[in-house]
């Protein structure tokens, strides 16, 4: 299995409430342990599912990993922009000293330098570097200083670095996240087919028993909402019958980044809580509604959608 492949959930439930309901049906089953041991319920099985359900407690929170993974993506996006600004600088010095038909301009005339990837803008930087210093004299005089030049060194190695924690943190974050779902899936595979052992067992003796094995058969329910923000400007979107802990996955199709987070009107400004979601068409960054400032008795329920950007900017999202 690929730990990028996202693997989606067979049941409804969320967290709290599977984790609930394993630990009542596990005390049914072992209630009824011994008149079920010819349908399979032994000890050791209900053990292993009760150690199965430890095992998925303790896993890490993919919500934080996600999270941390959004923040370190935001990091490198913000100095891939001030590594931009700063080669647009001194783009305009050069054009300022040579004209933009001077044979010098060249190696400066670089096109669209504030939408370049980061890989690009870095392998640039030696060259600037090389013909900034090499035309110092003249330059100079139109406000070119060699702590510019500096700058901009430094701003690459910056990014450098940010670059390698992106990776890491995505490889960290998708395996987190399929290791979490083939876990919990199991539990919940578990649990249904020894409470249909149990339901099928006392069907026709005891209709209270057979009550107590009934599972809960609905799919994962979401809401899917999509669409594209202009830049500087904030739209909203419906997210009617959430609640705290509801899942909301975010992602960031095209453009630069977009904020997220809910209000008390639709156009209300950003909070705290907001979180900014860098484009990545990959992965979904996943929090919960409560995380991103919903609060119901408040009256903070409307999903704000942000563009900080000049660009426009797509998104997909699910809640639920």
Do not use: W
């Not at 931009?84 to 001194?90: D, L, Q, S, T, Y």
């Not at 409470?195 to 099928?200: F, I, Q, S, V």
């Not at 409560?290 to 997909?316: Q, W």
Request: charged share 30%.
């Amino acid at each position: 299995m690929q730990p990028s492949k996202e693997v989606p959930l067979i049941f409804s439930y969320s967290f709290t409430e599977l984790i609930a309901l394993a630990i009542i049906k596990e005390a049914f089953l072992r209630r009824d342990q011994k008149e079920l041991m010819s349908r399979g319920i032994t000890i050791k099985r209900l053990d292993d599912f009760a150690a199965e359900r430890q095992l998925f407690i303790d896993m890490p929170p993919y919500k934080i990993e996600l999270r941390k993974h959004s923040l370190a993506l935001e990091a490198c996006e913000e100095k891939r922009i001030a590594l931009a600004e700063a080669m647009i600088e001194i783009k305009g010095i050069a054009s300022n000293t040579f004209t933009k038909k001077g044979t010098n301009y060249f190696v400066f005339n670089l096109l669209a330098i504030n939408k370049m990837p980061e890989e690009t803008l870095i392998e640039s930087i030696p060259t600037f570097v090389k013909y900034g210093k090499a035309n110092m004299d003249t330059m100079g005089e139109r406000g070119l200083t060699l702590d510019m030049l500096t700058n901009i060194t430094d701003l690459a190695d910056e990014l450098s670095t940010l670059l390698d924690v992106p990776t890491e943190l995505l490889s960290d974050t998708n395996t987190t996240t399929v290791s979490r779902h083939v876990r919990a899936n199991k539990l919940y595979e578990e649990m249904r087919n020894m409470c249909e052992a149990g339901h099928l067992f006392y069907k026709n003796s005891n209709k209270v028993k057979a009550n107590d094995y009934v599972m809960d058969s609905r799919k994962p329910k979401f809401t899917k909402r999509e669409g594209t923000v202009k830049g500087s400007t904030t739209i909203s979107r419906k997210a009617d019958g959430i609640k705290d802990n509801t899942e909301v996955k975010l992602k960031v199709t095209h453009g630069t980044n977009l904020q997220f987070y809910f209000g008390m009107e639709k156009k209300s400004p950003p909070t705290e809580k907001a979180l900014t979601v860098v484009k990545d068409e990959k992965v979904y960054i996943i929090v919960t509604a409560a995380s991103l400032g919903y609060d119901k008795a408040k009256g903070i329920i409307h999903f704000i959608i942000r563009n900080p950007n000049e660009d426009e900017a797509t998104f997909l999202l699910k809640i639920g």
